[in-house]
C-alpha cells in the first residue's frame, strides 16, 4: 500500500476534535483487495471469540461483529497487518510506535436495523492508558441512510464514563455530567467507499440504523500505543492469553505495525 499523504492540518483537527476524517485512503485496487478479503472471510463459519454477535440476534441488528479476522484469514491478514493505516494512527495520535489491538468487521446488515448507539470505546477495552485509535473504513458508500459514522467534536476531553449495552438506545446528555455546558452537535461523516475516518477511543459516536436494502460493510482497525499496559479486565481478545495486570502489552496477538 502506498503511503497517505497525511498533513500537519489532519493531525492537528484529530488532536483538537477526537477525529478526522480522510478521504480515498485506499486505492482502488486496495480497495478491492479489502471488500474481497472480507467477502470471503464473512463466509468462514467462526466461534463466537471470532464471530462475536453471533448469539444475540437483538446484538446482529446492531451489527454483525467479526472480530480478529486477521488470525483467520490471509487476506484479511493482509489488510490488516499493513503499515500503511498503522502509520497514519501513529502519527495522529503521536506514538513512537503502534501495536494492533485487533480488528473487527461491522456490518449494518438491512432489515431490522438498529443504530449503534452513542459510546466511547475505551471503556471496552482492558487497558490502563488512554489513548487508543480506531480506524472506520467504509468499504461501502455511507451517508445518514446506511448508517454512517457520526462523532461529538471534541468529546474525547469529556472523561471516561461506563460502557453501555449496545444493543439499548443511549441518550448522549444522560451520562455526561453538566450538558448544559457541551456542545453536542455531532459531525456526519459521509464518505465514499476507501475513505475513513479514525477516533480516539474517548470520543463519543454513533451509528443510525441501515434504511437501505444492501448490508453497510466496514472494517475497523484498531491501534494502542507500544508500552500501553494491561488492567486485568476480561475482554474477547485477551481472554486465555494469561496476561499480566500492569504489564505491557508484547503477546503475539497485539504486533508492532508501525515505528517512526
Ligand atoms: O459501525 C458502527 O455502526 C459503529 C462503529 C463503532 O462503534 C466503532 O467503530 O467503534
Known amino acids: 500500500m502506498n503511503p497517505y499523504p497525511l498533513t500537519d ?14 478521504f480515498d485512503v485506499l486505492s482502488p485496487a486496495e480497495l478491492q483487495q479489502a471488500r474481497e478479503a472480507l467477502e470471503d472471510a464473512n463466509q468462514l463459519v467462526l466461534d463466537a471469540s471470532h464471530h ?10 446492531v451489527f454483525v461483529q467479526k472480530v480478529n479476522l486477521w488470525r483467520v ?14 502509520d497514519i494512527a501513529r502519527r495522529l495520535a503521536g506514538f513512537e510506535a503502534v501495536r494492533l489491538w485487533h480488528d473487527h468487521a461491522l456490518i449494518k446488515m438491512p432489515g431490522d436495523s438498529k443504530e449503534s448507539p452513542w ?14 485509535l480506531s480506524c472506520w473504513m467504509a468499504l461501502d458508500d455511507v451517508d445518514v441512510a446506511n448508517g454512517c459514522m457520526q462523532f461529538v467534536p471534541k468529546s474525547h476531553t469529556w472523561g471516561i464514563f461506563e460502557p ?20 453536542f452537535t455531532p459531525f456526519v461523516a459521509r464518505m465514499p467507499a476507501g475513505s475513513c475516518t479514525f477516533h480516539d477511543g474517548r470520543t463519543f459516536h454513533y451509528a443510525g440504523p441501515n434504511t437501505t436494502d444492501r448490508p453497510r460493510r466496514a472494517i475497523i482497525t484498531i491501534y494502542m500505543a507500544d508500552g500501553t499496559t ?12 494469561e496476561l499480566v495486570p500492569g504489564e505491557p502489552f508484547t503477546h503475539e ?8
Not at 9 to 22: K, T
Not at 253 to 260: N, T, W
Open 9 to 22: 492540518e489532519h493531525i492537528a483537527f484529530y488532536r483538537d476534535n477526537g477525529f478526522v476524517q480522510l
Open 52 to 61: 462475536t454477535s453471533k448469539l444475540n440476534p437483538e446484538y446482529e441488528k
Open 73 to 86: 484469514h490471509d487476506g484479511m491478514r493482509e489488510y490488516v497487518l499493513s503499515s500503511k493505516l498503522a
Open 119 to 132: 459510546h466511547q470505546d475505551l471503556p471496552y477495552w482492558p487497558m490502563n492508558e488512554p489513548g487508543a
Open 164 to 183: 453501555i449495552k449496545l444493543v439499548d438506545a443511549q441518550d448522549l446528555f444522560s451520562f455526561v455530567p453538566d450538558p448544559e455546558t457541551k456542545d
Open 230 to 241: 494491561y488492567n486485568g479486565n476480561p475482554h474477547v481478545v485477551t481472554n486465555g492469553l
Open 253 to 260: 496477538s497485539f504486533p508492532v505495525l508501525s515505528r517512526a
